[in-house]
């Protein structure tokens, strides 16, 4: 049925496309309806030759004169063929014949954009609005939307998204995008309102109790944001997307069992996601069951091979149960790929440290300073490598590069005295150690940590006191 179907309408075509061809070269005397024309520019249109559809829209206009619709397309064609200002003048005259068909609007639109005229496209679209009501405003506000979107006033598009809701409060065109909008304005409250309003009269709108809760995570309302997703799934069980937010929201609480849950949901209902497992194994992580989370991370690493974090993340769970070794072959696998990633040569130092591989842990403590030479935490490690091995030269000349790289931070200053007393150098310590008490006393719980035998030393002590007096 369906083949004889198609067969007679391919015989229809050929026929009038017969017919056009004779009207065309001036043949035979031909005659074809408006509805014939249309069908031929749709057939040149689908087949994209777009100077024989033009061809066939003037011939129709020739014909029927006083047809909106093919004036319409017609302009619609040199639109495509880029010659914007002869479509406006086709479509002028269109709007002479029926000022009420919206796409006289959208291709005007379209032509003052092209045009770049983006305040003629927009009075435009709010002039029309004033005339047209239902799908026709609807459609009106998607289109301007669109044009506040190309020249980024972004609170004006989800104005026009606002706008529709108003129109049609359960539009899901609406509201998947003012979904986004709400978050990239920053207009959460606004957001809440709205779709509140829209729950009022719609208690089964899933996309608004999503859409409700995403903005109410939008305020770190977190409690709220999951109420919100609970009834969304209540209205429609499969909906992954606000299983995937109400995982995220149970995680800033810190509530990880529950997040765990609701991600292992997502896992169920949609394709395996990388984010998602490595989301659990992080829940995994802050449970302290760092096997469970290193099962979730190399999942994630099984669709994502190319991100070394997440080998990174693997090698500090090796790292928290001190298997030094594991934890380190995982982290030398993610520096192969990203040589310059100052967490992973530091974690990769405190391997070595454990393992007690000196010479190695100083160079990818090195390689971390190198990488940030401002960060404290790789000038502290580096410096208490260097201590511990008692490589006091170098340990003094790196005390010197850190305070240059930090603007003489105080710290510092206790670990050079620390480094001074170190090689032998007290009288030089002290005089390091007094500067530092000078300029942050607090940190003298770092120094003592780094050498507690320092408080064996009298002149220490003494000095100490005479801090504590003055304090």
């Not at 006083?66 to 397309?73: C, G, K």
């Not at 310590?429 to 942050?440: K, S, T």
Request: proline share 2%; glycine share 4%.
């Amino acid at each position: 049925m369906a083949e004889h179907s198609s067969r007679e309408e391919r015989d229809e075509m050929a026929e009038l496309l017969s017919q056009f061809e004779q009207l065309r070269t001036g043949g035979a005397q031909s005659y074809l309806e408006e509805e014939a024309f249309e069908k031929i520019i749709d057939h040149f249109q689908q087949k994209e030759q777009l100077d024989k559809a033009l061809e066939a829209a003037q011939l129709a206009v020739e014909r029927f004169p006083y047809s909106s619709s093919l004036q319409v397309r017609k302009a619609d064609i040199l639109l495509v063929h880029r010659r914007y200002r002869e479509g406006l003048r086709v479509l002028d005259q269109a709007q002479l014949l029926d000022s009420r068909d919206i796409n006289i609007y959208i291709l005007r639109t379209d032509a003052y954009l092209a045009l770049d005229q983006q305040d003629k496209a927009v009075a435009l679209l709010q002039e029309a609005l004033q005339h047209f009501e239902g799908e026709e405003r609807i459609e009106l506000l998607f289109e301007l939307a669109d044009v506040y979107d190309d020249y980024e006033d972004f609170d004006k598009v989800f104005d026009c998204l606002k706008g529709v809701l108003e129109v049609d409060p359960i539009n899901e065109e609406a509201l998947y995008k003012i979904c986004f909008w709400t978050d990239f304005t920053g207009r959460n409250e606004e957001g809440i309102k709205l779709h509140l309003k829209i729950l009022d009269d719609n208690p089964y709108s899933e996309l608004a109790w999503f859409n409700l809760g995403a903005a109410y995570q939008g305020l770190k309302l977190y409690e709220k944001a999951i109420d919100a997703y609970k009834y969304a799934v209540a209205v429609e069980e499969k909906f992954d997307y606000a299983y995937r937010n109400m995982g995220d929201a149970y995680i800033r609480l810190r509530r990880y069992k529950e997040a765990i849950e609701v991600l292992e949901r997502v896992h169920e209902l949609a394709k395996p996601e990388d984010v998602i497992f490595e989301a659990i194994g992080f829940c995994f992580e802050k449970l302290k069951q760092p096997a469970q989370a290193r099962f979730n991370y190399r999942k994630a690493s099984h669709l994502r091979q190319e991100d070394s974090r997440i080998l990174y993340k693997i090698a500090c769970t090796y790292f928290n149960e001190q298997s030094w070794e594991a934890a380190y072959k995982q982290v030398d696998t993610a520096i192969r790929m990203h040589r310059s990633q100052f967490d992973y040569q530091l974690l990769a130092g405190e391997c070595c440290i454990q393992l007690g591989r000196t010479k190695e842990a100083v160079q990818h403590f090195m390689l971390a300073v190198r990488a940030k030479p401002r960060n404290m935490a790789g000038w502290e490690s580096l410096i208490r490598c260097l201590y511990q091995a008692e490589m006091w030269e170098e340990a003094l000349l790196q005390t010197s590069l850190s305070l240059q790289a930090t603007k003489d931070k105080p710290l510092f200053l206790y670990y050079k005295a620390a480094v001074l007393f170190g090689a032998g150098r007290s009288k030089e310590g002290l005089l390091q150690l007094e500067e530092a008490l000078d300029r942050d006393a607090r940190l003298l719980k770092k120094f003592v940590t780094l050498r507690p035998s320092i408080l064996q030393i009298p002149q220490v002590v003494d000095l100490l006191a005479r801090y504590k007096r003055k304090a």
